[in-house]
């Protein structure tokens, strides 16, 4: 990171800009070409400069950039209902700017559901450990994650982190207090760490049975990740939360997120009690509408698991040829990754080095999260350069970047 620059130091990027993106490519000025199979971190599902999101941030940019959520914003109404639709049990939204802050409305909305029905001391939130959900004040100390935590001050009263097995016991660890269990339904940043159906359906009834609310993060397993638009429409109607978190893929790229509520719970979300300047600005409801409509059109999620399951028989014969490299397989659908014997963030390195780009996640994870409208020959080639990566990785004694 070039020292002298007045941005803070929260990031360390490598010395490539890009400028420029088209589907699952990303340019540099000089025109270097780069296969992007982290997609801003499971954002731009669509690849980059989708035809109908362009469309749809031109056609609106013409008409009308902001309105204060104190007037009606019709692209709201559109969207909401179309996600009230498509999952059945929901029956309110509250449109955010980010992942975070719609963690933060859920929080709240489940915080204040008990309280509206007179139990005021029902606000323990229960979370587990490598849980993500965010970086305000609130959602560090939901993730619970001590490296996040250190140094900001006394840690928020309310949370209670479980190890991530004890989601098995969970109701061992309910009580009369317990307002919500918050996860994600497959970890991201903790690893990539799919949760099985069957313990996604025992958790969704013991939380029934304790009348604790279940919150599901959904910002990065969302948005058609895992083959279904939502990771929990796996469990097919059996493991549905009370209230969801989504972000960063619905958006496609442009800043958006959504808190989605039963509707007798968010109904306590009264005037006053919530609110944002920007979320859900006709700028974004314009994107949010385009994406979900490409999302759901014929054929995509049916696109998704054919090529997620192409990418996994890859990955398997990649662990097969690097068994010194390749520890396990991770995640579901284009959520995807490999937990290393080798450092994963030296593989990441390299691999940028390569041409192609991928994250990196906790327990050592190398993480991919390409566009969604990636196909086979984009698969190839990611697993080429992969290859190659792997190849030195195991040459080298102490590979290190
Ligand atoms: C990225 C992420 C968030 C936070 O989203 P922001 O838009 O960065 O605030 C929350 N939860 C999960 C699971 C995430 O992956």
Redesign the pocket.
């Given at each position: 990171m070039a020292k002298g620059d007045h941005l803070y130091d929260c990031y360390a990027p490598p010395a490539q800009e890009f400028v420029r993106g088209e589907g699952a490519y990303l340019y540099t000025e000089k025109g270097e070409k780069y296969l992007d199979f982290i997609a801003g971190?499971?954002v731009n599902g669509l690849g980059h400069g989708h035809p109908a999101l362009i469309k749809a941030v031109k056609d609106q940019s013409d008409k009308l950039w902001h309105l204060s959520n104190m007037f009606r914003i019709q692209g709201q109404y559109e969207l909401a209902r179309k996600y009230c639709d498509e999952l059945g049990w929901a029956g309110k939204v509250f449109f955010t700017?980010?992942?975070?802050?719609?963690?933060e409305c859920a929080m709240k909305t489940a915080r204040r559901y008990h309280y509206d029905q007179g139990d005021t001391e029902r606000y323990e939130i229960i979370t587990f450990t490598g849980?993500?959900?965010?970086?305000?004040m609130g959602?560090i100390n939901a993730?619970g994650n001590p490296k996040y935590l250190k140094g900001f001050g006394p840690a928020l009263p309310g949370f209670t982190h479980l190890d991530f097995a004890e989601l098995e016991n969970l109701e061992e660890h309910l009580s009369d207090k317990t307002a919500a269990v918050l996860f994600?339904p497959v970890?991201?940043?903790g690893g990539l760490r799919p949760i099985p159906i069957d313990t996604l359906i025992k958790v969704r009834n013991q939380c029934t049975e304790n009348g604790t609310l279940l919150i599901y993060?959904?910002?990065?397993?969302g948005a058609a990740r895992t083959g279904k638009l939502f990771a929990h429409q796996w469990a097919e109607g059996k493991a549905d939360p009370d209230i969801m978190?989504a972000?960063?893929g619905i958006g496609g790229g442009f800043?958006l997120?959504a808190c989605i509520a039963r509707e007798d719970i968010a109904k306590v979300m009264v005037p006053g009690t919530h609110g944002s300047t920007y979320g859900g600005n006709p700028m974004a409801m314009a994107v949010g509408n385009a994406a979900f409509d490409a999302m759901t059109e014929p054929g995509f999620l049916a696109h998704v698991n054919k090529t997620a399951n192409f990418l996994k028989q890859q990955f398997e014969g990649l662990k097969d040829e690097f068994p010194d490299v390749v520890d396990e397989l991770r995640g579901k659908g284009l959520l995807i990754g490999m937990r290393l014997k080798k450092p994963a963030l030296a593989v990441r390195k390299n691999a940028l080095a390569k041409g192609l780009l991928c994250g990196s996640a906790g327990d050592n994870v190398l993480r991919m999260a390409p566009p969604l409208i990636i196909d086979e020959n984009h698969v190839r080639e990611a697993i080429g350069i992969l290859r190659e990566c792997f190849k030195e990785a195991q040459a080298a004694e102490d590979f290190v970047a």
């Open positions: 971190i499971a700017n980010s992942g975070a802050e719609a963690v849980a993500f959900h965010g970086r305000t959602t993730g994600e970890q991201g940043e993060d959904e910002v990065q397993c978190a972000a960063k800043p997120g």
